[in-house]
């Protein structure tokens, strides 16, 4: 059975003229088998995100957050269907779960109950888009996802159990294709062996569409963007920038480590590891093949470049001023990963080691506690990673103005710098 993975993010179904472009899309590939990834509608999850900071905050805001998501809902099914009875009770029966996690007394572990509450988004918008094919009398069939992706514990960056993941993938899904054309599941969301929701991380929508290709052997993986494919960089920040039309699973697999937000970091393996390959297409040009990813031969590539926003700079010696060693390194890195902090860039000297993370502040609180009083931190904020690929001196020397460089490190064909923007000088009059 040839099986395509379609991944549809929420840009695509931000409101009802989305819907109704994605069931244009699968209205054309009506007669082949596709499993449909699809992400939680527009700003839903940062919406719920508020919701969960309300909940603990116990600000009496909850509820008053919680009914705005749900009227847009109601609003975009009213739009979308004449006689929308049916979804609104499917997605009602949604909300009611919420509702029961905000009914009890705050959990101790805030990431546990982010991940029962924000994984809602994704059941949200597939109960939607699965009302809506069957009402186009497309061939489709609706699944939960955490009844094939088994994660462990690590709430909000699950990791994937992956022999049973497959195998429940092969026994749910497969059967499922026999009798439908195309099945809608959710991204981003999948469950422990206690039948907890987990979470893969931000953007994760990608990785679940990733792992279900991975699973079945799929024949191509489609990403669904509001871009025309992978670009030389972010067209909101640059005006030149230009469609890459074939790039190599190694130099993707480069760019989404270094930042590039076009596709989620851990996408490109599980892809490279059964030669399956990527499109990344535009919804709004469907016709479009976009950016094809593949094992391409290495092939020249113009400038691509990557800035991280919110970075920050740790700082951290020891109090006694004696050197950073061995040991020193091997407990910070511990705690690095413990709490998840990911290290973007890094400098050891004697008696300091310096790296760059995400500002992420109630972990590197966490992680500075934690430090104990052996070390000190000083934390240097509002700053920017800037990542050249296949740089050349014109591009390194424009990047570089009005820009106060904090470090920065050359390798054979990427620059990195850690940087602060700065105001521009004006000439008195």
């Given at each position: 059975?040839?099986?395509?993975?379609?991944?549809?993010?929420?840009?695509?179904?931000?409101?009802?003229?989305?819907?109704?472009?994605?069931?244009?899309?699968?209205?054309?590939?009506?007669?082949?088998?596709?499993?449909?990834?699809?992400?939680?509608?527009?700003?839903?999850?940062?919406?719920?995100?508020?919701?969960?900071?309300?909940?603990?905050?116990?600000?009496?805001?909850?509820?008053?957050?919680?009914?705005?998501?749900?009227?847009?809902?109601?609003?975009?099914?009213?739009?979308?269907?004449?006689?929308?009875?049916?979804?609104?009770?499917?997605?009602?029966?949604?909300?009611?779960?919420?509702?029961?996690?905000?009914?009890?007394?705050?959990?101790?572990?805030?990431?546990?109950?982010?991940?029962?509450?924000?994984?809602?988004?994704?059941?949200?918008?597939?109960?939607?888009?699965?009302?809506?094919?069957?009402?186009?009398?497309?061939?489709?069939?609706?699944?939960?996802?955490?009844?094939?992706?088994?994660?462990?514990n690590t709430y909000r960056d699950a990791r994937i159990q992956w022999d049973t993941t497959q195998s429940n993938a092969k026994h749910k899904i497969i059967p499922m294709l026999?009798?439908?054309?195309?099945?809608v599941t959710q991204g981003f969301i999948g469950s422990t062996s206690e039948n907890f929701t987990t979470t893969l991380g931000r953007e994760g929508s990608d990785y679940t569409a990733a792992i279900l290709s991975y699973c079945l052997d799929a024949d191509s993986m489609?990403?669904?963007?509001?871009?025309?494919?992978?670009?030389?960089?972010?067209?909101?920040?640059?005006?030149?920038?230009?469609?890459?039309?074939?790039?190599?699973?190694?130099?993707?697999?480069?760019?989404?480590?270094?930042?590039?937000?076009?596709?989620?970091?851990?996408?490109?393996?599980?892809?490279?590891?059964?030669?399956?390959?990527?499109?990344?297409?535009?919804?709004?040009?469907?016709?479009?093949?976009?950016?094809?990813?593949?094992?391409?031969?290495?092939?020249?590539?113009?400038?691509?470049?990557?800035?991280?926003?919110?970075?920050?700079?740790?700082?951290?010696?020891?109090?006694?001023?004696?050197?950073?060693?061995?040991?020193?390194?091997?407990?910070?890195?511990?705690?690095?990963?413990?709490?998840?902090?990911?290290?973007?860039?890094?400098?050891?000297?004697?008696?300091?080691?310096?790296?760059?993370?995400?500002?992420?502040?109630?972990?590197?609180?966490?992680?500075?506690?934690?430090?104990?009083?052996?070390?000190?931190?000083?934390?240097?904020?509002?700053?920017?990673?800037?990542?050249?690929?296949?740089?050349?001196?014109?591009?390194?020397?424009?990047?570089?103005?009005?820009?106060?460089?904090?470090?920065?490190?050359?390798?054979?064909?990427?620059?990195?710098?850690?940087?602060?923007?700065?105001?521009?000088?004006?000439?008195?009059?």
């Open positions: 059975m040839q099986i395509k993975v379609f991944k549809f993010g929420g840009a695509s179904v931000k409101d009802s003229e989305g819907f109704r472009n994605v069931g244009q899309i699968l209205q054309k590939y009506s007669d082949e088998k596709i499993v449909v990834v699809v992400s939680a509608m527009g700003k839903t999850t940062n919406a719920l995100e508020e919701v969960v900071k309300s909940f603990y905050a116990q600000d009496g805001q909850t509820e008053a957050l919680l009914l705005k998501i749900k009227s847009s809902h109601v609003a975009l099914i009213q739009e979308l269907f004449p006689v929308s009875q049916a979804v609104l009770d499917d997605i009602n029966d949604a909300f009611v779960e919420i509702e029961w996690v905000l009914e009890e007394v705050p959990h101790e572990d805030y990431d546990y109950t982010y991940d029962q509450i924000v994984s809602m988004g994704e059941l949200l918008s597939s109960k939607i888009l699965i009302h809506y094919l069957q009402y186009l009398k497309i061939s489709s069939k609706w699944l939960d996802v955490r009844d094939v992706i088994l994660t462990d026999e009798t439908a054309n195309h099945i489609h990403i669904w963007k509001d871009v025309p494919g992978v670009l030389t960089g972010d067209p909101r920040i640059f005006d030149e920038v230009i469609k890459m039309p074939r790039i190599s699973y190694n130099e993707a697999i480069e760019m989404t480590y270094y930042g590039a937000k076009v596709i989620h970091p851990k996408t490109i393996k599980p892809l490279q590891n059964k030669q399956i390959p990527l499109f990344v297409r535009p919804f709004l040009d469907p016709s479009s093949e976009g950016t094809v990813i593949s094992d391409e031969k290495e092939m020249s590539y113009p400038p691509v470049i990557v800035i991280e926003h919110d970075q920050t700079l740790l700082h951290i010696s020891t109090n006694d001023f004696s050197f950073v060693a061995e040991h020193h390194l091997s407990m910070i890195f511990a705690l690095l990963a413990k709490h998840r902090l990911k290290v973007n860039m890094m400098r050891n000297t004697a008696i300091s080691f310096s790296v760059c993370v995400n500002n992420i502040p109630d972990r590197i609180k966490k992680f500075e506690k934690e430090l104990g009083t052996e070390f000190k931190m000083i934390q240097d904020n509002d700053l920017e990673l800037v990542t050249i690929r296949h740089y050349n001196e014109d591009i390194l020397k424009d990047m570089k103005k009005n820009k106060l460089i904090l470090f920065e490190e050359k390798l054979q064909d990427t620059v990195q710098m850690v940087v602060r923007n700065l105001p521009k000088m004006k000439r008195k009059e």
